[in-house]
C-alpha cells in the first residue's frame, strides 16, 4: 500500500504540530515504514493525490483539505460506507485501551513527492516493512486528517471568527474518513461531533534530550534568584502578557523569568509585549531567548527552577510534558492535557483559565517554598515519560487499522 502524508515545511513556523511531524517521519525512515512525506510549500497549488493510498492531511493544511475540490474524495455506497466506518471505530474504541495507559500519569501549496512518486525513506541495506502491504487493493483513496488543535476552539476569536473557523473545520472533515488526534480531548471532541469516523489517539512523546537533562535541573546555588522557564511562542493565545501582569505583581519575590519561542507570527504582539516589559520596569528580570532546537531546549529547561504557562488554548502541551520529563514543578492553566501531565498538589498547579488569583498564589507558592519545588521535582522524576517510540507505535496501529479495514482484511 502507499501512505502519504501531507504536511508543510518541517522548518516552517515553529510549534508543536512541526517537531510532531518531523518526530514520526524520522520514526519512519528509521523503521522502514512505508510513509511517503509530502511538503507543500507556499508558493504552488496541490495538483495531484494518488489513488490506491491512504492521504493523511496535516491539520496545519486546514485551508488546502477544506477547499481541495470535493469531486476529488471518493464515495463510497451507504451501505459499504456504513460497514467500513463502523469496523474503523470499533478499532479505534480497542486502540483507546492500549494507548491512553501509556500517556504521562505515575496558504496554498505545490504538492512535492518522492522520486516518482514512491516511498523514499528505505535505506539501502534495511529490509522494508511489509506490514500492509496487502491493504488497499483497490483504486480508490482513503483520506484521513492528523490534527494538532482544533482552531474553533480558541477562546480569543470573536464570533464572527469562530464561525468561519468552525466552517472550514466542517469542510475539512467532509473529506475524510478518519482522524489521528494528538490530544485526548480533542480526540473526544472528535468522537462527539463525527461518530461516524474513527478518531485514533496518537500523543506526542518526549525527546530523549530532555531526559538527559535531568542530570542538571536542581543543582542550581540556592543564592541565585528563582529561574522561571516558560516555552511558548509570542501570541496572545499563549498568554504571556497575563503571567507578565502576575510577575510584576510579585516584585517581592526573588525571580527571573525566561521565555523561550518565536516572536515573528504576530509582530505586533510581540512589539507591544516588549513595550510593556519596558514599562513595568522588569527589563533586567525577564529574557527572550528566541527560538531553541531540541537540544538546546532540553538545556535551557535543565538550567530552570520551575515552569509557568498561562496558555489560553491547547490541543495537548508539548512543552509541559517536556518540563515535567526534566523535573520542573510547574504552575499553568487547566488547557490541553495539562492535569494530566501535571498533578495539582503533588507536582505542581493546575488553575481554571479565567483564575488569575489562583495562578498567582500558586506561582507565589513555588517561588517561596523550596522545599516544596524539592518535593515536587523528587515525585516528577519517579514517573516515566512518553517516548516518541510509543508514539509511533500508535501512529502505526492507526494506519494499519485503517488500511486493513478499508481492504477487507480481517484483523
Not at 509582530?267 to 516588549?274: E, L
Amino acid at each position: 500500500m502507499r501512505l502519504v502524508f501531507i504536511h508543510p515545511p518541517l522548518d516552517a513556523c515553529p510549534s508543536g504540530g512541526n517537531v510532531f511531524n518531523r518526530q514520526i517521519i524520522r520514526q519512519a525512515r528509521e523503521t522502514s515504514f512505508p510513509l511517503e512525506a509530502a511538503e507543500v510549500p507556499p508558493d504552488g497549488a496541490i495538483p495531484y493525490l494518488p489513488r490506491n493510498a491512504i492521504i493523511l492531511w496535516d491539520s496545519l493544511l486546514l485551508e488546502d483539505l477544506s477547499n481541495y475540490p470535493l469531486e476529488q474524495f471518493p464515495i463510497r455506497c451507504q451501505s459499504a460506507r456504513q460497514v467500513g466506518r463502523q469496523s474503523l471505530a470499533d478499532l479505534s474504541a480497542r486502540q483507546r485501551t492500549s494507548s491512553e495507559g501509556a500517556s504521562w500519569r505515575s496558504q496554498d501549496g505545490r504538492l512535492r513527492l518522492g522520486r516518482d512518486c514512491r516511498p523514499t525513506f528505505f535505506p539501502p541495506d534495511t529490509k522494508p516493512y511489509t506490514g500492509m502491504k496487502n491493504a488497499l487493493a483497490g483504486d480508490e483513496a482513503v483520506h484521513g486528517l492528523l490534527v494538532h488543535y482544533v482552531p474553533f476552539l480558541n477562546p480569543l476569536l470573536d464570533a464572527d471568527r469562530r464561525k468561519e473557523e468552525e466552517d472550514r473545520f466542517e469542510r475539512a472533515a467532509e473529506r475524510v474518513r478518519f482522524f489521528i488526534a494528538t490530544g485526548l480531548s480533542i480526540r473526544c471532541l472528535l468522537e462527539r461531533r463525527y461518530p461516524g469516523k474513527p478518531a485514533f489517539l496518537c500523543e506526542p512523546g518526549v525527546d530523549a534530550a530532555f531526559l538527559a537533562a535531568r542530570q542538571a535541573s536542581g543543582k542550581r546555588s540556592t543564592d541565585q534568584p528563582v529561574q522561571i522557564a516558560t516555552v511558548a511562542n509570542l501570541l496572545p493565545a499563549k498568554g504571556l502578557t497575563e503571567l507578565l501582569e502576575i510577575l510584576a505583581g510579585l516584585r517581592q519575590c526573588d525571580w527571573a523569568w525566561h521565555v523561550a519561542g518565536y516572536d515573528r507570527i504576530d509582530p505586533n504582539y510581540a512589539g507591544r509585549f516588549r513595550s510593556r516589559i519596558a514599562d513595568l520596569g522588569l527589563q533586567t528580570r525577564i529574557f527572550l531567548h528566541g527560538v531553541l532546537d531540541t537540544p538546546e531546549l532540553a538545556r535551557f529547561l535543565g538550567g530552570m527552577d520551575v515552569f509557568a504557562f498561562a496558555s489560553r488554548f491547547e490541543a495537548y502541551g508539548m512543552a509541559l510534558a517536556e518540563a515535567a520529563a526534566v523535573g520542573l514543578p510547574a504552575v499553568i492553566t487547566d488547557v490541553g492535557e495539562a492535569s494530566r501531565i501535571v498533578r495539582h498538589g503533588e507536582t505542581g498547579f493546575v488553575v481554571p483559565l479565567a483564575d488569575r488569583e489562583a495562578f498567582r498564589n500558586g506561582l507565589e507558592r513555588l517561588l517561596s517554598d523550596r522545599d516544596l519545588r524539592r518535593r515536587y521535582r523528587s515525585r516528577l522524576l519517579r514517573n516515566t515519560p512518553r517516548t516518541w517510540d510509543a508514539a509511533f507505535v500508535d501512529f502505526r496501529n492507526a494506519v494499519e487499522a485503517v488500511a486493513l479495514r478499508s481492504s477487507g482484511t480481517t484483523v
